[in-house]
């Protein structure tokens, strides 16, 4: 596939959800060539067709293919066309209202949450995450039914904004569903070593609250019970999980 034909493919779509589906494909077949441009152009035609249409959308059952886009096009090779597409979501996400931005599922807005966490000198990205976060806290009973991946994207966006309070109850929240999966017999074991180096990151932004610490202690204590498997953490998410540990640790 080049990357005229993977343009037009795009250009052809009727839909989000062929959009989407493209920009995913695509983006893998031309990851080694042409990536970024493909993202910079499937960014610009984002914006131009759909963006208009996404709280209509959001309605029609639709949010999950406008979280797996702007999750794609906002990444570094998106360029200014995908910031500018995220910015555009976001600033439409802010003035959501309370039933509106419950329709679109936690599972969708942990997406928008690690999409807006790129481009935290945004005000747009900050409000909207915000607005993630006051969702999260009132419906934490749902964080239960989210995965691991899901979880740590939230926390991951929620920290690029520390001093907002919302931030910080949403994440306190999904550090005390981390701690009642780890009391489970499973306890940690679905998290992949890059979700728990994301957690502790997170968490680690608000060190001084206690389930914050509990929660940390609780990948720690996971890392250690897959001493025999250290190997399968690539080297960034291993040493970046224990060094933030540790720093926690003495601040305490």
């Known amino acids: 596939m080049t990357l005229s034909e993977a343009l037009s493919e795009i250009v052809c779509t009727r839909h989000i959800g062929e959009f989407s589906t493209a920009v995913l494909k695509h983006g893998k ?5 042409d990536h ?5 152009k499937a960014a610009a035609d984002f914006q131009l067709r759909f963006v208009a249409c996404f709280e209509e959308d959001i309605c ?10 702007c999750n ?4 570094q090779a998106g360029g200014q066309a995908g910031i500018e597409a995220c910015e555009r979501i976001a600033a439409c996400m802010s003035r959501l209202d309370s039933a509106l931005i419950k329709e679109v599922g936690l599972r969708a807005l942990s997406f928008f949450a690690s999409s807006f966490g790129r481009h935290s000198r945004a005000a747009e990205c900050r409000n909207a995450t915000i607005r993630i976060a006051e ?6 009973g749902a964080l239960q039914e989210l995965n691991s991946q899901s979880l740590a994207s939230l926390v991951n966006g929620f920290s690029k904004w520390p ?7 949403a994440t306190i929240a999904i550090a005390g569903e981390v701690l009642r999966r780890a ?3 499973a306890r940690l074991s679905e998290f992949a070593p890059r979700r728990l180096a994301n957690l502790v990151n997170g968490f680690s932004k608000w060190s001084k609250e206690a389930v914050s610490r509990k929660a940390i202690v ?3 204590g996971e890392v250690l019970r897959r001493g025999d498997r250290l190997s399968h953490f690539n080297q960034q998410a291993a040493i970046g999980s224990l060094i933030l540990i540790s720093r926690t640790w003495r601040t305490w």
């Open 72 to 75: 794609a096009v906002s990444r």
């Open 60 to 69: 029609a059952g639709k949010s999950w293919e406008y979280a797996t886009t």
């Open 36 to 40: 970024a441009m493909f993202l910079q």
């Open 163 to 169: 001093e907002e309070a919302a931030s910080r109850q």
């Open 218 to 220: 609780a990948i720690a």
């Open 183 to 185: 009391d489970r017999r």
């Open 29 to 33: 077949q031309l990851r080694m060539v």
């Open 135 to 140: 969702c999260c806290c009132d419906e934490s």
